[in-house]
């Protein structure tokens, strides 16, 4: 072919007119295949570029020579300056070779068509794993395709299904067996409105909501301009709960220890620094811009009528010990005569909501306001049945949580030990673990969830209750994933196993690891905690009844009785399911971090887990079991009624907070599920709620024998 294009010129008339037309025009074509040849034209070297040869049928021939190792082969083009364009039999050449080119291109050479399918499979994918948590898609698509009558396909298919993904799984699941009404959308009120709508929920009862531990906001009220940490700068601003907070830390965080740890020897504030809790609902809906708390609650509740009228938030200082809640604040005085003006102004008794630690707080409370003293509420022994119409319980912490042992031991839990080697440097640089334990051990309410119990509810060195088919399950997973993991470490009764630096080892029990915490702690701290809590279990009705007088036994259910009140209700609301911290492996510190032991990182399990909702175990729901055997326990003295619902984790992988169905430890205030398990209580109808389980915490209870 290039002999057609380099032809040598001769005498020839045509020839000559070829020459003489070629001069009088530009050769755009030889400059086109030039410029995509990447050759020289006038000198001048060219870029590759596109080009188009003459076609009377369409553009569509339209391609980027040169692209082609093949056609570059066959096709080596140089035109030398001012020759001449590829005459009709070279086009012609050219277009049959292009024709023969896009014959043999197979479709999935196409980009556009791969771009397509691609987008599909990807549609695809997002609804199958997506379906489980979003019940509206489930709801259009049954427009279209009816799963009742194509879901027999696979009753016979068992085995096969089993090979499919399990967001597939699921949505299968939900076609055949339709929501049970619990789960429904996370959306802003829309649980409220759904209720509303469809049961005419209105508010009945008052409402109290007492959040958790670190949920409530802390502000400055010390006006002091002297010293190097002057508190005027931070006047009514929110060192905890809060983007100051977090400024503050970075930018200053002497000065903001300073302020947010209490006194050592007083365990109240220190000189010069004045920390309250925020009041009113803003004191805990969102602990800072973006994370909500308490607020999908809230707005659901004032969809069927809620207002300040009928509903407030009891914050607290979760720093303080209870009882100094009480000396510093008047709050369970206060808590108190607000229940009794809402009783007088509407005529109707209160729900108490509790979360988390905001449960054992209420606890207290029942307690603190049936008893006689210069401190206590002197209610009388009826009070608690004539105003408090159900006590909800939200996750609550009553029996403890194994990471605080942790928390307080070292300053770590699983989170901190999870971190890479260069992330635990720069958080041990900026906020070391000594930091961390001193500043845990100044906040006196803290040690309130220290597991209770001991031996009989946390197990021994070879036993105990919540031990998965008696052998301990690794790396956050449980039997109920599927997994055959065990360890070499025979049960969650050794609660820690310590690694000398010798290499000996031995092990320790839930109630010894507390001895060790106290007695390697500073003298002023383990007499706070000794004088403030008990962590045992009271074995007879007398036992219990003399303890209605001692404080420190009313933040232990095991040690004190819910009050005598027969027209109490109950509801113990908590998530199950997720791997939550229940052991640990601890070594012998390194001397340059002034502690005596830290998790051993280099251990094959630092931590192991059970079940729980990520942050309390499953067994500090145990007292929720006990008091639902009512006058059969010694603990339910009023045969109070005692409903349960355990709510499986299963969050939403897309949604950041776990969308409607999760059961984690804050985000369940989010969750659709016990969203509608509030309205109903609030609503009066609380009767309607019926027990479920997901776990066998009843059955381990029921064997315990508590």
Known sequence: MSSLINRKRTPSGDDSDDQASAAARPNNNSQGIAQSSGISINGRPTRRRSYSLPSEESESDSVTYGTSLEMKRRHSLYVEPHHHRPSRRFSEEIRTELAEVKRKKRIHESRRVMFILGALIGLLAAIFITSSHGPAFPGELEKLVNFDKVSYLFEDWRDWKDLLPTGLQSFLQEAENPDDGLHGSAESFSVGKRLLSTKNYTHEFNVVLVPGVISTGLESWSTTNSGPCPSINHFRKRLWGSFYMLRTMILDKTCWLKHIMLDEETGLDPPDVK?????????????????????????????????????????????????????????????????????????????????????????????????????????????????????????????????????????????????????????????????????????????????????????????????PTNALHENGTLPEFETNSTSNRETFGTFIQFKESDGATYNVTMAESIDKLLDNSPEWYSKRVRENYSFGVASTKQEIQENNQIQSKWSNPLEAALPNAPDLKVYCFYGVGKPTERAYTYTTADSSLRLPYVIDPDAENPVYFGDGDGTVSLLTHAMCHEWQKRSKSRFNPGNSRVTIVEIKHEPNTFDIRGGARTAEHVDILGSAALNELILTVAAGRGDTIQNKYVSDLKQIVESLNI
């Open 275 to 467: 920390l309250r809790a925020a009041q009113g609902f803003e004191s805990s809906d969102f602990f800072m811009a973006g994370y909500w708390i308490w607020n999908k609650i809230l707005q659901n509740l004032a969809v069927i009528g809620y207002s300040p009228d009928d509903m407030h938030t009891a914050a607290y200082d979760w720093r303080l010990t209870y009882l100094d809640l009480e000396r510093r604040d008047r709050y369970f005085s206060k808590l108190k005569i607000q229940i009794e003006l809402t009783k007088t102004f509407s005529g109707k008794k209160s729900i108490l909501v509790g979360h988390s630690m905001g449960s054992q707080v209420i606890f207290y409370f029942m307690k603190w306001v049936e008893a006689n003293g210069e401190l206590y509420g002197n209610g009388g022994p009826n009070w608690v049945n004539d105003h408090i119409e159900a006590f909800v319980d939200i996750s609550g912490s009553s029996l403890g949580a194994p990471k605080t042992i942790s928390a307080l031991m070292s300053g770590e839990m699983k989170d901190t030990v999870q971190l890479n080697a260069l992330a635990v440097y720069g958080l041990e640089q900026f906020f070391s673990r000594r930091e961390r334990v001193d500043l845990l051990r100044s906040f006196g309410g803290i040690a309130s969830m220290i597991p209770k119990g001991g031996d009989l509810l946390w197990g021994n060195l070879t036993y105990a209750p919540d031990d």
